[in-house]
């Protein structure tokens, strides 16, 4: 079934009033009369419609509503530095495909490419994170969000997340699998409740210098290898996620 | 360092003989008359050496040799059919990154995009494939190939591996962690051994038809799922090949 997303300021008790955009998209479509498609609330909530008037295509009419069947049972956040070219658009779609929460941009020392304009790059990322959760299936529309540079971005992920993972690739001693196993041991789910938000943190394609390392560890931030084989910049947020979406039974 | 490849024919014990193309870019690079490199025979060997001579850029002097510590201890291929645009690209690369040993492309019922020059298609890649397995530090070079329509290349998965997976949106009750914990229990490193290799099968942008999913399960192929987030043909494998790795200790 098609989906698309409501703000939930236009969602009655009976009927759902569409935005121009996906009234337009809908009339593209050209449904039967009774095919049913799916309006999500962004809030978790899916309502089943079909068209009020097979002509008209602003107005969606609620057959059925249920709970969304889609988001993961943990809430992650990736705090992702720029990064060249199209590597964030990469990143941040298969980020909402596996089921992020939110996305957050920062700078770090080795970030090559720092936008001019970041509301832009901000508002940019954010359409492809929408497109993104419409055709996978989400519940929610993940948000992104630019938190500054690296030490404010250390100190919002601390007071913002339960379990913080700072991804460096030099890291030999300490693997994702050993501090997952911690944190959230096999079966555990009060215990996956109780620590749900996990923030991931990953750098430019240069990687962390050392004292943004040094730093990480100074705020007692666990410093985590993802392997011995080393990843580009926009596939260790997607790994790192894959896994913890993996550990926790959600995949 | 800075990482090439060499024919294995033109390594001897005390030097190596360089490409044309390798030697061209170690030119560029302008390396420090001691600065060493390595140069991997790809069959997981490494060979760390400096420049014969400093204006020289054909021969390397070996100053020391060692295993690869960046292979895994599983063994995978992925199977995976054409798709449209730069989507293959980007599965091949990540594929590489997370360790790959073989890619295999194919043709199901609803590819769309069928490039008329298939070996010009797999040459391309297995160009990505090298500049990738350069960056990534691989100890091989993956192979890619084509193993025609949908039937012969679930013949050739079944003859190849010992655990074949096919991956299917539409499946709702076995995921793969159940089936890797199956046949991959935590901490039994011989079964994994004896099991090493998996292969992942996954179809286009518009999924496998409903006839391909009875086939494979006719052949006793598990149908598994990757979970209630719809990913798309090139993130499937990817994320196959994430939970893989992370479950057998690679990650």
């Given at each position: 079934m098609f989906r698309f997303f409501a703000d939930?300021?236009?969602i009655s008790a009976a009927a759902i009033k569409l935005s121009d955009e996906d009234s337009k998209h809908i009339r593209s479509l050209r449904l039967r009369p009774d095919e049913k498609f799916i309006v999500c609330d962004g809030n978790s909530t899916e309502y089943v419609c079909t068209l009020d008037q097979p002509d008209k295509f602003t107005n969606a009419v609620i057959i059925s509503s249920h709970n969304s069947k889609s988001e993961p049972t943990v809430s992650c956040k990736s705090y992702i530095a720029f990064s060249k070219g199209d590597r964030l658009d990469y990143a941040v779609q298969k980020l909402v495909e596996l089921g992020i929460n939110e996305i957050i941009l920062f700078k770090s020392s080795r970030c090559v490419a720092i936008p001019h304009?970041?509301?832009?790059?901000?508002?940019?990322l954010q359409r492809i994170v929408l497109e993104t959760a419409k055709m996978s299936g989400r519940g929610i529309i993940p948000k992104v969000s630019y938190s500054g540079d690296f030490e404010e971005t250390i100190t919002e992920a601390l007071t913002e997340s339960k379990l913080t993972?700072?991804?460096?690739?030099?890291?030999e001693k300490l693997n994702i699998?050993?501090?997952?196993?911690?944190?959230?041991?096999?079966?555990?789910?009060?215990?996956i409740n109780n620590n749900k938000h996990i923030s991931i943190i990953t750098g430019p394609e240069g990687g962390f210098t050392e004292q943004e390392v040094e730093y990480s560890r100074s705020k007692k931030i666990p410093v985590v290898s993802l392997?011995?084989?080393?990843l580009r910049s926009e596939t260790a947020p997607v790994v790192a996620l894959a896994a913890i979406m993996y550990h926790t039974d959600n995949l």
């Open positions: 939930i300021n236009n304009d970041i509301p832009k790059k901000v508002t940019r993972l700072f991804f460096y690739e030099n890291e699998k050993s501090i997952l196993n911690q944190h959230f041991p096999d079966g555990d789910e009060n215990k392997g011995s084989r080393v």
